[in-house]
């Protein structure tokens, strides 16, 4: 790579990164806490990015880059509507499953009786209690307790004042009884089991129309880059500079794109307290390997060793080691073959798929093993390929 500095009038800042962009050539250093996107920009970006990733995980459409913004909002309002529809039930489902734990010890009720006993004069109350408790209500006070349930500890019964108008200051107070009896919160614990299940049924549907949602909020991403970088450029009066890497091949042609444009540019080599971007350029012996390290999330460091030859090699002969069945590695490789003509074009996962076959089916091979057995290649062609040394 190479280090360049760009150098440009003020007033052109912004025409400048389009060409560059356009170009696709030069990665621009940031700058970290300089630049800033217009608030509005940053806001439709994020209330869009907060709707992709209330989505359930699921394979990934293509994004539609020519949908609107408006579809895109539309949709991001429905998912997100779903989503707290979906959060104001759990916390319900929450809400009766602690209820249910109160009134465990007393049993199934209608709290809607002791209300209207309340109503007519009767204090009821629901008293879980310890013995020395109990002793003090049932002897300084007018109450009646009758229990319920016992435990080790404590007592769980109904407290009752015939008379409430003497009942005494520092009575217990009981439990806070739930609007709901116990038969009917159950009743609506599976309402709201059967309502999470369709919300949960249409996210999933969402999520494979999530296509022009993507496409905006992927348009939204790189206009918002590209404003905190234009509003992250140095400037001074009448010029504005910025500093980024070029691929060292492509510095003739950066040179050619200055020209037209009347840049003013530096062209040098990195430093080693330079955060280098890493371009990574696979040749096609060691393709199939991208998608392991795209699954881990792995690119080596600008000026770290690239391993990729030698990871591939010794994942590939792991895998053919671990499986070391000659029958399931020429399964591995028909079933890729017949995928890869399905799919109609090739890509790195079919290549490291097959090389796993390929791999399975030489180490089973060598090893004599077909189908987890030893004897089914005894006598046939097969056998001449065994090493005795390895099997």
């Known amino acids: 790579m190479k280090k360049v500095t760009?150098?440009?009038?003020?007033?052109?800042?912004?025409?400048?990164?389009?060409?560059?962009?356009?170009?696709?050539?030069?990665?621009?250093e940031k700058t970290p806490g300089?630049?800033?996107?217009?608030?509005?920009?940053?806001?439709?970006?994020?209330?869009l990015e907060t709707a992709l990733n209330s989505l359930p995980a699921h394979t990934a459409p293509e994004p539609d880059t020519r949908a609107d913004e408006q579809t895109a909002r539309a949709l991001a309002e429905e998912i997100l509507n779903l989503r707290e529809r979906e959060k104001e039930i759990q916390t319900e489902q929450l809400r009766c499953a602690a209820n249910l734990d109160t009134l465990a010890p007393w049993g199934s009720f209608e709290p809607s009786e002791l209300a209207e006993l309340a109503a007519e004069g009767v204090d009821v109350r629901l008293l879980a209690a310890d013995a020395e408790t109990l002793k003090k209500v049932t002897a300084e006070s007018n109450g009646f307790f009758f229990p319920v349930r016992q435990d080790k500890k404590t007592s769980?019964?109904?407290?009752?004042?015939?008379?409430?108008?003497?009942?005494?200051?520092?009575?217990?107070?009981?439990?806070?009884?739930?609007?709901?009896?116990?038969?009917?919160?159950?009743?609506?614990?599976?309402?709201?089991?059967?309502?999470l299940s369709k919300l949960s049924a249409e996210l999933d549907e969402l999520a494979l129309k999530s296509a022009p949602l993507r496409g905006v909020l992927a348009r939204l991403q790189q206009s918002v880059e590209f404003e905190e970088i234009r509003s992250a450029l140095d400037a001074d009066e009448a010029v504005a500079w910025f500093t980024g890497y070029i691929p060292?091949?492509?510095?003739?042609?950066?040179?050619?794109?200055?020209?037209?444009?009347?840049?003013?540019?530096?062209i040098s080599e990195p430093e080693e307290e330079d955060p280098v971007p890493t371009l990574v350029r696979n040749k096609a012996a060691v393709k199939p390997i991208q998608p392991v390290f795209d699954l881990m999330g792995i690119v080596p460091g600008y000026r770290e060793?690239?391993?990729s030859f030698w990871f591939l090699a010794f994942l590939s002969m792991f895998v053919g080691i671990i499986m070391g069945d000659a029958a399931y590695g020429l399964i591995i490789l028909a079933l890729t073959g017949f995928f890869r003509l399905k799919a109609g074009k090739g890509s790195p996962l079919f290549q490291l798929l097959g090389l796993f076959g390929l791999t399975t089916f030489i180490w089973g091979s060598i090893t004599g093993t077909w189908f987890s057995?030893?004897?089914?290649?005894?006598?046939?062609?097969?056998q001449k390929l065994i090493i005795p040394a390895v099997a």
């Open 305 to 307: 060793a690239d391993i």
């Open 34 to 47: 300089r630049g800033k996107a217009p608030e509005d920009l940053t806001a439709r970006t994020d209330y």
């Open 248 to 266: 060292a091949d492509k510095e003739a042609e950066f040179k050619q794109l200055a020209a037209e444009e009347a840049w003013g540019t530096i």
């Open 373 to 382: 057995s030893l004897e089914l290649v005894q006598g046939t062609f097969l």
């Open 6 to 28: 760009v150098v440009v009038a003020d007033s052109s800042r912004r025409e400048a990164l389009k060409a560059l962009r356009k170009a696709g050539l030069l990665h621009v």
């Open 156 to 195: 769980y019964g109904v407290l009752v004042y015939p008379d409430p108008e003497n009942v005494p200051e520092d009575a217990p107070e009981g439990i806070v009884l739930p609007q709901h009896s116990e038969a009917d919160t159950r009743r609506l614990m599976d309402e709201n089991t059967r309502e």
